[in-house]
Structure formats: C-alpha cells, structure tokens
C-alpha cells in the first residue's frame, strides 16, 4: 500500500459528496457530513483525500493534544502553557475502526498508579489526536450506539469529558467529522442522524465512459502513486488555497433577512423536528457563498444548503427513506423570497425598494443559472442522487384490496387449493406493541430487549478482571487490598495495591437480540382479507425491532416450500420493503417453514454464538401439502423446544369458529402464543387494567357480604 494519497481533484463525478466535504473544510461549524451509499463508491478514498488538503496546523510542543498556541486549551492535561515553543504540522485524519471500545476513544487512566499514588495518568484517545483535522468513521451504523453517542456528544460540544472512579479529564475536542455507511446494513436512530450536519446520497454512476475513466485513472494510480500524484499536484495546490480563501472570506459573509426567512420557513414547510435545521442550513448557506467568493448568501445558497442539511432530518418513522420534494422547496423558496414579511403571497410585479437584486418581474431564480424561464419549472436543474428520493410513495396507487379478495371467500380455509397468487396487499398502519424477551441473561451486543450483562447499565456485583481491566469496582478492590497491608509493609498514606486486587463491575443491561420472522403467506391467511391487518402486525413488531437496536430475518412460507426472504441482519428498513411485496397465495407448508428457520439460526449461532434468538411465527396454524402436514410441522416445533429457543406465535386465526392450532403450536414450541388482538401494548395495559377493576369489586363484594352476614 503506497503511502501516497489519492488526490482529491481526480475522484470522477460525485459532486454533492465533493462539495459536502468541502463546505465543511471551510466551515467545521456546519457540523460534518454522512455519507450514505454502496461499497465501492470511493467514499473512503475522497475522505482521505480531503485530509492533504486541508492548511496545516500550529501546534505546542511535546502537547498530546494538539493545542493552538495562539489560544491554548486552558484545560489541557499537557497545560498550563504560557508562552510555549510551536511548530506546524499536517492536519491528521483518524480513521475509527468499527469494534473501537470506549476506553480507546476518550482514552484510559492508569488506574494502578491513581489508586496509589494519587496522581493522574492519563493517556489521550482518539479523540485527542483528532483535534484540529479529520475523525472518519467507516460504517458508522455497525457502531455501537453508546460508542456514537459519546463521538456525536464530543463534536457537537467540540469538548471530551473523561470520568471514572472520581478522576476527572476534560480536553478540547473540535474536528471535522465524516461518517459512511450502506443503508442496507443497518439505519442510524433519527436521533443520531440529525447530529450530522450535513447527508449525502451516493451510487457508482452508469454512465460506461465514467466508469472508465473511474478504471483508467485508478490503474494508473496503482502503477505509479507518485507520478499519478503529480499529475494533478496543480489542481491540489489551487483546491487548497480556495480552501484558505474561503475560510478568510467566511467572517465576512451576510446572511440577509430574506435569506434566513427563506431557511426558516423551508425548515417550517418539511416539519423537521427541532431548531438543528435551521442553525445548520444557515452556516452551509453562509460556507456556500464564502466558497463562491461572495459577501452575501444568495436564494441559490438556501436551496444547496437545504437539499444537503434536510434529506435525513425529514423522516417521519423509521421506515421512510430520506428525500427532499424539490417542488415543495422551490415552492417555498419563491412564497417567501419578498422583502415584506407579512404578504408571502404578493402578485410579484412591485419590486421592493431595498432589494439589491432588483429583479423586477423576471424569474426569481436568476442567479441559478440554466434554469428554464418561469417559476413553477417542476423540473430540477439538479441531477444529483436526491431527485429519486421522493418516488417511493408511488407503488402504493395499486391497492388491490376491494374486488380481488372475496373471489378466495369460497374455498374452503382447511383445503387451501393452489389457487392463483394474490397480489401484494398494503400493511396497515403500525402501532407499539407489547414486549417479548429472552428469558435468562445474555451477553450479545447492547440493544434494548432483554437482560444481559453489558459495558452499560447498573452495576450487580463484582468479579475478578477477565482480560482487560474494564470498569474499576472501586469498594470491592480496596476490600480485596485491606487484609494484605501489613504484609506488603505498607507506611504512610498510600494504600498498596497489586494487579490481583483489583476486581471490575459486572453490570447489567439490555442486548439486542435475532428476532426470525416466519411468516405464512397461504392462501388461508388471504382468506377474509386477514393479510393487510397480518402485515400491519408484523410492520409494528419490526419496527419495534428497530427501536430495541435488534437484527432481523424473514422466512415466508406458501405453496411448495419455504423462501429466506431476508437474510439475517441490521437493515429493518429492508425488513419493513420485503414485507410490503409480500405476495399470498398456495398452500401451507408450515413444516418447511419450520425447518427452513431452524437452518437459518443453527448457522448464525456459528456466526454470533452470543446473540441470542427470538422466534416469531406469524400463523394460523394449519398445515396443509402432503401426507401428515401437521404432525410433520409439530416435530419441526419440538426441535425449538428441544434447544430452548425462544419463540413468540402470532396467532392470526379469526371467526367465530376458531381450532386452536396456533396455541398447540406454541406449545409445542415452547412459547406464548398472542392473538392480533392482544398485540397492542395499549391492549395488554387495558386487559391488566380490567382485570384489576373486577378484582377490586370482587373483593368489595366479599367484603360487603362477610359485613352483611
């Protein structure tokens, strides 16, 4: 691997992923950029590149902390620093690695010597060597999510606070921060998306004669890095001092009354959640206009600054994809470009006095450029990745619920014949449901389902370190020392301490689990039109999946075999798709589904043996196809039962005649079995509640008839 970077001027196309990066190389205050798209895309190679562009920094000497010797940290570690020698450096780009543990992040005390000499040793982290250039996070999504709330925490605070057994650190942490990740493998929490000041929506282009310049150009870096390097040395040069320039221009910027009521309002118009918004479009529009060398930030710089900041804090669940309705931007931007606040909605003609633009009546995106003449264009100029995010709503106009479905009605539910598939049914509307866990205690990943000994939580007990010290349980250690000082000769003050006294906290928490969906998808379940209520459940369940930081697998059944529709993982967005084209139709092969999931966790207990499964069987439990469907599909639930899994049946039988099947099955599995009814956590709190009610009179009738008698 040559130590040469790939230059940044001679990445092909991806100019928002550019321009992201680049507008918070101007103005780290816009609070960095998350990249969003597939492998292969070169997001970590122009992340990379960006670090040799950026001016280089004035340190103290011999400081870990990089400290401006202008303006030194007053609570640095390595500080006081009056007066002290500097020099310059590069600025650093730290690359997080995915299983990064949270001692390596803020750094680690050297708890030995401060339990015994009472003095803090401390020793920096990654955050400490990120100060002042570039912390890049790959994968951000497979990061653990106490892990991205304490980096998100130090960006937002531009500060790293370390406190552990009463030993405090606090050093300055201010960087530009970038984070990749593929949606399929897993969403951020809304929460922690809106930390990222600025998303981008990346794809490899289609374009053959791209592609191979994309080629050409990387074959020539991999056979000479150096002279591939010096090809575009001049370009580098010009790019980093336009950085320079915009940053010295950047003070000097005017963000107008026009310009901040038009960020204002675009953030009211898509109902983003909270003030970040606002804030955030309003540095991007300033760095906009700094990085085109202007004074003052133009309607072109609020409609850039919105299509970068906006995309990902618009999600109204956790199932929508990001997006931006470049009408109703521009439509905003247009009601509210006059000068005179309270008519947004003038006939346009009458220029304002004070206007520097003074446009009269000509079309309010002039500046643009290239835009075609009148104001309502539909058609963005724009072809970055964001034109395709608002087209997922489209599919839903089919709706085939009416008519096709009492054409099923007459066959009979317990002889499914092979009719024709059903087309895909919408799911309706999620809801919160109750809680299912894993009995026991775990030790998986962090998460919000079930009991688990974790790096979080409350403390429990107290053990002997296995590896690594972890969390110091200061009172047991110093148990575990008391009985040995006279032995070890101890005098004065200090209390001598060895390795073996030392004892770590054992807490417990949450892990998030493998919740395997097994879904039938028979002709019985069309029946009545049960499949829309069906799939609203399990939409509910998988977004409560979501929430509780759990992975997901999808296993639908009918006709003649099982299908894994969705592989074991992260990615409940992928979940929530699968589900929605679900099509119905055949027989039940409820053994093969059994089957089919026993296969699935057999082999991810080999690949995470300490994520613990949770099954759901979506059901009404009838067995058709073959000889002996149902016995077959009761042994296939005894092999659950036999290794302890877990599992839930959701029993999705209905009428006023109802067999059982679904409880016999849950029985055999070795689980509970909870009717669509019962779903519903607000349904369980009114059932507890009802039952409390009648015990309550239960218990004043008794009272009232032991009186009487």
Known sequence: MSDVRYPFTAIVGMADLRLGLLLNAVSPAVGGVLVRGEKGTAKSTMVRALAGLLPSIATVDDCRFACDPAAPDPQCPDGPHVSPPASERPAQLVELPVGVAEDRIVGSLDLERALAEGVKAYEPGLLARAHRGVLYIDEVNL????????????????????????????????????????????????????????TVEIAATRDPAERAEVVRRRLAYDADPAGFAERFAEDERALAERIVAARELLPKVELTDVALRQITAVCAAFEVDGLRADIVMARTAV????????????????????????????????????????????????????????????DGSGPDGDGPEGDGDGPEGGPDGGGPDGGGAPEPSDGGPEGSAPEPSAPEAPSPEGPEEPAQQPVPAQHPSPARESAPVAAGDPYRTQLFTVKGTGHGAQGRRSPAE????????????????????????????????????????ALVVHKDDFREQVRQGRESNLVLFVVDASGSMAARQRMTTVKGAVLSLLM??????????MITFRGAGAELALPPTSSVEVGAARLESLPTGGRTPLAAGLLRAHEVLRVERLRDPSRRPLLVVVTDGRATGGRDALARSHRAAALFAAQGTASVVLDCESGPVRLGLARTLAGLLGGTAVGLDELRAEGVASLVRESRSDNRSANRATTAMRKAA
Not at 156 to 183: C, I, W
Not at 322 to 330: K, M, N, R, T, Y
Not at 458 to 485: D, E, K, N, V
């Open 454 to 493: 974790t790096t979080g939580g409350h403390t429990i007990r107290a053990r002997r370190p296995q590896g690594a010290l972890g969390r110091l349980h200061l009172t047991a250690t110093l148990q575990a020392a008391a009985p040995h000082q006279a032995a070890r000769g101890r005098s004065g003050r």
């Open 544 to 553: 409560d999946a979501y929430q509780r930081r759990d992975k997901i697998g």
């Open 287 to 346: 760095a906009l206009a700094a990085w085109d060398g202007r004074t003052e930030v133009q309607e072109e710089d609020v409609r850039k600054a919105a299509q970068l900041a906006l995309p990902h804090r618009r999600r109204r669940n956790p199932f929508d994809a990001p997006g931006l309705d470049e009408d109703q931007l521009d439509r905003t931007l247009e009601e509210h470009a006059q000068q005179e606040e309270p008519e947004p909605e003038g």
């Open 143 to 198: 990061l653990q999510d106490h892990v991205v709330d304490l980096l998100l925490d130090a960006a937002a605070m531009g500060r790293s606070y370390v406190e552990r057994e009463g030993v405090s650190v606090r050093h300055a942490a201010r960087f530009l921060l970038v984070g990749t990740m593929n949606p399929e493998e897993g969403e951020l929490r809304p929460q922690l998306l809106d930390r990222f000041g600025l």
